[in-house]
């Protein structure tokens, strides 16, 4: 497994595993389910027994549902918030008004958590942040945490950290062949600004794009 693909998944397994203890029977919605952690994430859910919900394109939908996706939202099409509700958890990795609506999906005493930030003032605790710079953090989520509390629900933001077992744990998984890691494309370091272009043009890819060090036609 890469490093690239290590640290998608450890992403996936903190959130799913460490924060959220999805247990089975659980409803979990992914958002951006074609991406990198997305399509991590979708298979850990379904190995955890989870119901999984996610949001992608019109091109990508058997794809996330070849991973193990229950429902998929088209995102240009459909508006989740008006087709989902009663999830236990949330993995947003878009933030704004995504994660806004994604609160109001969940239901009393679930929880979003958000992988794009805003940042809490948990993150800002376990930095080791002084006081003001906690007090500066908070005003970055206060406003969706205030959102959460009214309905009811939770909002976290994670920000992925080392784990030794973590990571042997996943890789146990992936050797299992219960996860299977996407790579979009292995590209050389100077072929990262066309293969962005590409990808903006195409509306996203399926996995993650990985960079080498080496050059375009070097040896």
Known sequence: MSMVSSLLALTAWQVLVERGAVKPGQRVLIHAGAGGVGSIAIQLAKHLGAHVA??????????VQAL??????????????AELSGFDLVLDSLGGENLEK???V??????????AGPPDPEFARAQGAKAIARIAVGAMSRRVRRQAKRLGVRYEFLFMHADGEQLREVARLVDQGVIRPIVAEVVSFDEIPASLVAMKASGGRRGKIVATGAEAGGS
């Open 68 to 81: 193990g996706a229950d429902e998929v939202i088209d995102y240009r099409s459909q508006d989740f918030e």
């Open 102 to 104: 994604s609160l109001r």
């Open 54 to 63: 996610t949001t992608v394109g019109a091109a990508n939908v058997e794809f």
């Open 106 to 115: 969940l239901k009393p005493g679930g929880i979003a958590i958000g992988i």
